[in-house]
């Protein structure tokens, strides 16, 4: 779906349709072009009025790319993800949108689930000061809320991370490392957004592109500094995760030998009865104990007392028991 917002004279206008004589600079307006899940009709917008490079056209009709910015003649373009976490997969999703930034317009380009855009299309047509700023203004503003909008979804991955830990410390169980991998797929995923993101943004920071002006310039460090510091806590829940990782497969390790400890002390006491009571369960004859027929159940009962509380003691004083 196209929609056009024309501010021009003080007033915001919104269409459904793009005039090309409003990105002209003669016609004194800026204009926001915004493209939310559009059709390849919608799409040729980009080549026909604008003239855009067929390779920045060509990113731009991909459904995933990675974070870059690219500098033209005439317009610059960049891709920036937005993210998402999802509840029920339990997993971030990543939203590309695309920005086509000119002298007098803005053309974003997205899967129509971006809240940065939803945001400042509604607040398009009702506030004339978000495009009198002019289109470099406008793009910092989404980008800036597009960056805040990380902060809940980070926040909900360091909450999972915390219950993990408690649950391996508390309350293991089977499924955890699986979660604890999940997690993990997660953060990376994270890390790998952002560390590019913040590269991209580091750009536009530093005036790398005519398009943006000094002061956007500095606008733009503060989203840079947000994504360094977002990066960062990605960075230290990846190794808080490697080592939640090793505690938990010691501890499976640890009980697994305590196990192994309890049936190898069974498997040592039981191993001379079983000798015992073989032998003399043979059908030959054997050396008989003192006290005719009727004791000898006693005495071989009492040997193998004997012998079992003989290996305790050995074990107890070794320091396996």
């Known amino acids: 779906m196209l929609t056009a917002f024309v501010y021009s004279g003080g007033e915001t206008r919104t269409y459904d349709y793009l005039d090309p004589a409003w990105i002209m600079p003669a016609s004194g307006a800026v204009v926001w072009v915004d493209l939310a899940d559009p059709s390849a009709d919608d799409l040729r917008v980009l ?13 731009a009709r991909a459904a995933l790319h990675h974070p870059k910015a690219d500098g033209y003649p005439d317009y610059l373009y960049v891709i920036l993800h937005g993210i998402d976490f999802e509840e029920a997969p339990r997993r971030f999703a990543t939203h590309d949108i695309d920005f086509f930034l000119g002298p007098t317009y803005l053309v974003t380009v997205h899967d129509g689930t971006s809240r ?104 733009f460090r503060d989203v840079f500094d947000h994504l360094v510091r977002i990066a960062d806590e990605a960075l230290t829940f990846q190794d808080r995760i490697t080592s939640l990782l090793d505690a938990h497969l010691s501890s499976v390790s640890n009980r697994l030998s305590e196990v192994m400890k309890v049936l190898t002390v069974f498997a040592s006491i039981f191993g001379p009865l079983t000798v015992l009571t073989s032998l003399y369960g043979m059908n030959v004859t054997l050396p008989q104990f003192p006290g005719g027929e009727d004791a000898q159940f006693w005495w071989i009962a009492g040997l193998m007392a004997l012998i079992s509380g003989s290996l305790l003691l050995v074990f107890r004083r070794l320091k396996w028991l």
Do not use: W
């Open 47 to 59: 080549t026909e009025v604008f003239r855009f490079h067929d390779l920045a056209v060509e990113d």
């Open 116 to 219: 940065s855009v939803a945001r400042y299309r509604e607040l398009c047509p009702r506030n004339g000061f978000v495009l009198a700023d002019g289109p470099t203004h406008l793009m910092y503003r989404i980008v800036d809320l597009l960056v805040d909008n990380y902060r809940p979804d980070v926040e909900k991955l360091e909450g999972r991370l915390d219950t993990l830990e408690k649950q391996v410390f508390e309350r293991p169980r089977k499924r955890l490392v699986q979660d604890i991998l999940t997690l993990k797929r997660d953060v990376i995923e994270l890390r790998r957004v952002t560390t590019r993101q913040r590269d991209v943004v580091g750009r536009l920071a530093r005036r790398e592109f005519p398009q943006i002006d000094e002061t956007n310039a500095y606008r």
